[in-house]
């Protein structure tokens, strides 16, 4: 595989990737044959980060993490990183089932309340008439449930196990669980699965290309003003670092 560019931001290890270039590295990973971990990070987990070392070490032990979050390309720039684009967890999901059929993929969603993600199943399929889907299950189990939910999905043998359980709890369940699991690529990808199943609406393609999709995130979901105020901290760290820079 060839050598990663990467962005050191606030300690957090970034791939300077594209969504093409996420394809690719995802292609080879299933290729590659071994467990592997993609994280869609975006600048609240890395604020998280900031204070929890065992998480730093989930991100920078990954094998694809991609700039999910303007947050994330803006602090990168800013640090003198040439980030071209977010590549978001719901976008490299739709782009992996979209490309899943041709290359003969299966797929596992696995998270959100009981029957999103089936539901989720449903839509893609829908949207994409070839895709296999090899399973689902909810993200409500408990310690005693995980063997069986394991063995299940090494059973079905999904080539991408999508992760909807929100971050940072999909990252580590991920990382603890992985090598159990034996599956080629484990994507944690947030609350995708509900705006997938209808559940939750995005933004407008016209905002979200605007780069304000946290904004219509916050007034659909005012709940979200308290995590949204990391925000501020995160750009004042990224000012910092960049000041020790000069």
């Avoid at 999103?116 to 689902?136: I, M, R, T």
Wanted: proline fraction near 5%; glycine fraction near 8%; aromatic fraction near 6%.
């Amino acid at each position: 595989m060839q050598k990663r560019a990467k962005a050191n931001i606030l300690g957090c290890q970034v791939d300077m990737v594209t969504a093409g270039d996420s394809l690719a590295r995802i292609e080879e990973l299933i290729h590659r044959g071994r467990p592997a971990q993609v994280i869609t990070l975006n600048a609240e987990i890395i604020y998280q980060a900031q204070t929890n070392p065992e998480l730093k070490d989930i991100i920078n032990g990954a094998d694809l993490v991609t700039p999910d979050g303007i947050g994330v390309v803006w602090g990168g720039r800013q640090l003198g990183y040439d980030i071209e684009e977010r590549v978001t967890g719901i976008d490299l999901l739709l782009s992996l089932c979209q490309e899943a059929p041709a290359r003969a993929w299966t797929v596992y969603f696995l998270g959100s309340a009981p029957g999103v993600a089936e539901k989720a199943a449903q839509q893609l399929c829908s949207d994409f008439p070839d895709l296999q889907v090899c399973g689902s299950h909810h993200g409500y189990f408990s310690e005693d449930d995980i063997p069986a939910l394991i063995n299940e999905i090494k059973t079905v043998q999904p080539h991408i196990l999508f992760v909807s359980l929100g971050a940072p709890k999909q990252e580590k369940w991920i990382k603890k669980y992985m090598e159990q699991l034996e599956r080629p690529v484990c994507v944690g990808v947030g609350g995708s699965l509900d705006v997938i199943a209808g559940q939750k609406k995005r933004a407008p393609g016209w905002i979200i290309k605007l780069n304000l999709e946290w904004l219509y995130r916050l007034l659909a979901e005012p709940s979200r003003f308290r995590r949204q105020l990391v925000l501020p901290k995160f750009v004042a760290l990224i000012l910092s670092s960049k000041h020790q820079r000069n």
